[in-house]
């Protein structure tokens, strides 16, 4: 099955600071997703990126398949970007079932 | 247009008491996942489910743990007899079918053992 990791483990950052995230996958992946968890543990869905470049506002998502790897770009930080994100993917070879990164920790100070 | 809807958000059992998890889909989302988040990990896939069967349980515990997604109503996760390792996050995601599309995950039940 593939694997996914994801860098750094924690990151603390300043109110307005910019940041970014990297998720590598050890083989093909058909879904790659990306996921913020707040600090009161809901699961809130960024950016469905199998491929290319997303953008949402402040937070935006580059995903390169052929070289197994996602970055998640967090513009202007604010304190409300706070949690853990997770990258998450699907194995290629059929299953449905996504893998997940152990997560990036990340607090943002005022 | 609700999204993944899980009850109850909390849910405190006694060490050997059953618990009994509830997901309603996305409307229009006719496949249904289980993950399970123990403290400060990642989340872990348990089994996936359509309408009336279950497609992949490789992440289930071989005893204990049951799903089933009815014809109607939610999907259930049933814990029978549970042990304080049962403690965790549980999430429930959905989709609208297999083979690429994203996946829309609910707020997840919080399963504490005493």
């Known amino acids: 099955g593939i694997q996914v990791e994801q860098s750094p483990p924690d990151l603390i950052l300043q109110e307005g600071a910019n940041s970014t995230l990297r998720c590598n996958f050890s083989d093909s992946v058909n879904n790659l997703q990306w996921f913020h968890q707040n600090p009161w543990g809901q699961l809130i869905n960024l950016f469905y990126?199998?491929?290319g470049t997303k953008q949402n506002g402040r937070l935006s998502a580059t995903t390169v398949a052929t070289e197994r790897y996602s970055l998640l770009y967090i513009s202007s930080s604010q304190t409300t970007d706070s949690g853990v994100y997770f990258c998450a993917g699907r194995d290629s070879g059929g299953s449905e079932k996504l893998v997940f990164g152990k997560g990036t920790k990340l607090t943002v100070n005022p | 247009n609700a999204g993944v809807m899980q009850n109850p958000r909390h849910l405190v059992r006694r060490r050997g008491q059953e618990a009994r998890l509830r997901c309603s889909p996305m409307?229009?989302?006719?496949?249904v996942y289980w993950y399970r988040q123990l403290p400060e990990e990642g989340l872990k896939f348990m089994v996936y489910l359509q309408k009336e069967n279950i497609i992949d349980e490789s992440g289930m515990p071989k005893e204990r743990f049951s799903a089933e997604f009815p014809k109607e109503g939610p999907s259930i996760l049933r814990i029978q007899q549970v042990v304080r390792g049962d403690s965790a996050a549980y999430f429930c995601?959905?989709?609208?079918?297999?083979?690429?599309?994203?996946?829309?995950f609910g707020s997840g039940t919080r399963l504490t053992v005493v």
């Open positions: 990126i199998p491929s």
């Open positions: 409307k229009g989302h006719s496949h």
């Open positions: 995601a959905s989709s609208r079918g297999s083979g690429g599309h994203g996946y829309t």
